[in-house]
């Protein structure tokens, strides 16, 4: 592969390696199958957990690979791609969502994907992992690659490794992982069956879905969002701070969000006409169906418990634990800690898995 090329998935492209070395991620304690790549996509993936590595555009890239226990083998498996937010790394996302559980008790493929370095807007020298395309990104894009390749090189070494049910892959992103997911499923129309965007965004900049391009898409957001707020911007006003968003103020993208955009864009693309709305205490939510392909919005309110403490509605994947185990030094994932608790009572992984999965018949 010539560098700076784009990817172009070929199932006669196959890359040489080295025999697999057994090592265990520090961050989840997860056994890694660990291959050495130098280019294009590797060869049949043992069943288990396997950590694969290439070669794109002349950065080392790598994502990891969870096959569902007791799985048959030859049997096509669904497949769901994970895609971590801003600052964040694919074993904290693994460690905080939770999903190979998930997989494990619904039988599905979980391929958690892994973001590069990016210059942190307004601080010059300071770089955090940000996904890096035109568009579905919260950074300045980078023109010497494109994630939009890095996600085809992925979904082709999936899909040449297991006998993947190509009717049911879908991709589930937190924060800018959600942005960056609805922009993937803009860009490869009839190839993503679903996308679930958990405190994701679109930004006025990002591409709208087309009226061609039929996916179901679910938005979970929270009116407690102090991150990506949930009223759109910074936040300016909302619930009576000055400020809801002031530890990301330096990213200027965030002025464009618009976290309640996301569902009736999908809606809107999809022809859904028929709407269906409920409230309890903890959430409200909104069903749109009759079109194409279903969207529901779940807003998660800060409500509180019998405990009396108050929870629910942060910048969290809730009913996972916020992934604080993962060695992540950074200093801004820890200003954010405070306000992004996860809420136990509500298993977002056991809801995107249901969403996908009832509605494709899986």
Not at 58 to 74: A, M, S, V
Not at 172 to 183: L, M, N, P, T, V
Not at 226 to 239: A, K, R, T
Request: overall charge negative.
């Amino acid at each position: 592969m010539v560098e700076g090329q784009s990817f172009q998935p070929d199932a006669n492209h196959r890359s040489q390696y080295s025999e697999r070395d057994i090592v265990t991620s520090p961050h989840t304690g997860h056994e890694l199958n660990l291959l050495n790549i130098t280019d294009g996509v590797t060869s049949k993936i043992p069943s288990g957990d396997s950590k694969e590595q290439f070669s794109l555009a002349g950065q080392h890239r790598e994502f990891e690979l969870h096959i569902p226990k007791n799985y048959d083998g030859h049997s096509p498996l669904p497949v769901v791609y994970m895609m971590h937010g801003l600052t964040e790394n694919m074993d904290m996302m693994r460690e905080y969502s939770h999903m190979d559980k998930v997989a494990d008790e619904k039988g599905f493929a979980v391929a958690y994907l892994q973001a590069l370095p990016q210059q942190f807007p307004g601080l010059p020298f300071y770089h955090e992992n940000s996904w890096n395309m035109d568009h579905g990104t919260l950074t300045t894009r980078d023109p010497s690659y494109n994630d939009l390749d890095y996600f085809k090189a992925v979904k082709s070494e999936v899909e040449h490794s297991l006998p993947i049910d190509s009717k049911k892959e879908f991709i589930a992103g937190f924060s800018e992982g959600g942005q960056a997911a609805q922009y993937i499923a803009h860009e490869m129309p009839g190839t993503i069956a679903g996308i679930a965007s958990v405190h994701g965004t679109l930004i006025e900049s990002d591409p709208r879905p087309s009226t061609n391009n039929s996916t179901e898409m679910l938005s979970i957001l929270g009116n407690n969002d102090d991150i990506l707020p949930l009223e759109g911007g910074h936040g300016w006003g909302e619930d009576w701070a000055l400020l809801k968003g002031w530890r990301m103020i330096t990213v200027s993208k965030i002025g464009e969000s618009q976290p309640l955009e996301q569902a009736p864009a999908w809606a809107k693309a999809n022809g859904d006409n028929i709407i269906q709305q409920t409230h309890t205490p903890a959430e409200d939510d909104t069903f749109y169906t009759g079109g194409t392909a279903p969207v529901e919005q779940i807003i998660r309110l800060q409500h509180k418990e019998a405990d009396h403490v108050w929870r629910g509605g942060e910048h969290a994947w809730d009913g996972g634990n916020g992934g604080w185990n993962d060695s992540h030094p950074d200093l801004l994932t820890w200003i954010s800690r405070p306000v992004r608790q996860a809420d136990p009572e509500f298993d977002t992984s056991e809801t995107v898995a249901d969403f996908f999965f009832q509605n494709s018949g899986h």
